[in-house]
Structure formats: C-alpha cells, structure tokens
C-alpha cells in the first residue's frame, strides 16, 4: 500500500493531464482504472520506446534531433502557455510514438510523466512551482537553489535533451558516470 503522499501525487498528476485538453505531442490519459485500491493509468502505447532509447544508439542525426525538438517545443509552448511547467523533462520523459530513427523516416514524439508538473507562481490557477523536483542531471540552476520556478526550467531542461539528441550523449556524461552530479 502506497504511503498518502504518494498516492496524493500520483492523483494530482492524473488531474492535471486529464484537465489538459488534447495536444499531439503530449502522451494522452485515456483512462484511470483503480483495481484491488490500485490506480492504473491507461495511456497512448509508444512502440518506439524513449528519447534515452534512441540516444543509447547513438547521435540520431540532425534530421531526427531537429523533429524531436520542434516537437518538444511545441509541446512546452503549449504546457507554458496554460501556466503548466513540467519541471522533469529528460530524455526519459519523452516517448516515440513508433520506432522511427532512420533519417528519412517520420518521427512523433510524445512527452510524458506528469508527476512533477505545476502551475507557475504567475498562473492564474495558483499552486505555484516550487523547486527541488526533476532529475538532478536536467535540473536548472534555480531548482537547485529552492524557490518557485518559472518556464526557464524547462528550457534548461530542454537544453539539457536537444545536447543529447545531437550528440549521442548526456552533456554532463562523464560526471555522471563519476557519480561527481547524481
């Protein structure tokens, strides 16, 4: 049995998604099944796995990043204008719609995992953005200085991706691996 907070968590992401009206390159909740005092979130399938997925292959290609990045974009752009910051985005939070990386091929991705999202202090719906939520590897100077968060976390975040994307790997890589960041 999950403790309260966690449970509390996972119904303010679940009324955030389903409160978001229907964008192509946000992962859509069709459905919240509870089983056995068990939520279930029944979601689009993405057959082609993550953005970490098609990274671990290695640089995608200019055609493939620059598409995956519109599309983030689009998606932020659209998150940012409902006063929403996602506050996690990471290439683990990104998924492809099908398994597409050759460069000619089209690519739909789809961004995911609601559970650290806020309204931004400047949103007329209240419950401003506080920081210290996200992944530490993608994090934004101001996140991990405490504080409310505005949209720039998410385009560091986003940075953070498109690097990635371009270059086959995290930019922070080798302090990764250290363990020097995480």
Same mark, same amino acid.
């Given at each position: 049995?999950?403790?309260?907070?966690?449970?509390?968590?996972?119904?303010?992401?679940?009324?955030?998604?389903? *409160?978001?009206?229907?964008?192509?390159?946000?992962?859509?909740?069709?459905?919240?099944?509870?089983?056995?005092?068990?939520?279930?979130?029944?979601?689009?399938?993405?057959?082609?796995?993550?953005? =970490?997925?098609?990274?671990?292959?290695?640089?995608?290609?200019?055609?493939?990043?620059?598409?995956?990045?519109? +599309?983030?974009?689009?998606?932020?752009?659209?998150?940012? *204008?409902?006063?929403?910051?996602?506050?996690?985005?990471?290439?683990?939070?990104?998924?492809?719609?099908?398994?597409?990386? *050759?460069?000619?091929?089209?690519?739909?991705? =789809? =961004? @995911?995992?609601?559970?650290?999202?806020?309204?931004?202090?400047?949103?007329? *719906?209240?419950?401003?953005?506080?920081?210290?939520?996200?992944?530490?590897?993608?994090?934004?100077?101001?996140?991990?200085?405490?504080?409310?968060?505005?949209?720039?976390?998410?385009?560091?975040?986003?940075?953070?991706?498109? @690097?990635?994307?371009?270059?086959?790997?995290?930019?922070?890589?080798?302090?990764?691996?250290?363990? +020097?960041? @995480?």
């Amino acid at each position: 049995k999950p403790p309260p907070p966690f449970r509390d968590a996972v119904k303010r992401e679940l009324l955030l998604q389903r *409160a978001l009206p229907f964008h192509k390159h946000i992962v859509p909740c069709h459905e919240v099944v509870l089983a056995n005092k068990i939520s279930y979130v029944v979601m689009e399938r993405a057959r082609g796995g993550t953005l =970490l997925d098609v990274v671990t292959r290695g640089a995608p290609g200019d055609a493939i990043a620059k598409r995956a990045a519109g +599309q983030i974009l689009d998606a932020l752009g659209f998150l940012h *204008a409902r006063g929403i910051i996602h506050r996690d985005i990471k290439l683990e939070n990104v998924l492809v719609r099908d398994d597409a990386t *050759a460069e000619d091929a089209p690519l739909h991705v =789809l =961004l @995911c995992d609601f559970g650290s999202a806020r309204f931004s202090a400047s949103s007329q *719906a209240g419950g401003a953005a506080t920081a210290h939520v996200g992944t530490l590897p993608y994090m934004a100077p101001e996140q991990l200085r405490g504080g409310t968060c505005d949209p720039a976390v998410d385009v560091w975040s986003f940075g953070i991706v498109l @690097c990635a994307l371009c270059v086959g790997s995290h930019p922070l890589g080798s302090l990764l691996s250290d363990g +020097q960041i @995480c």
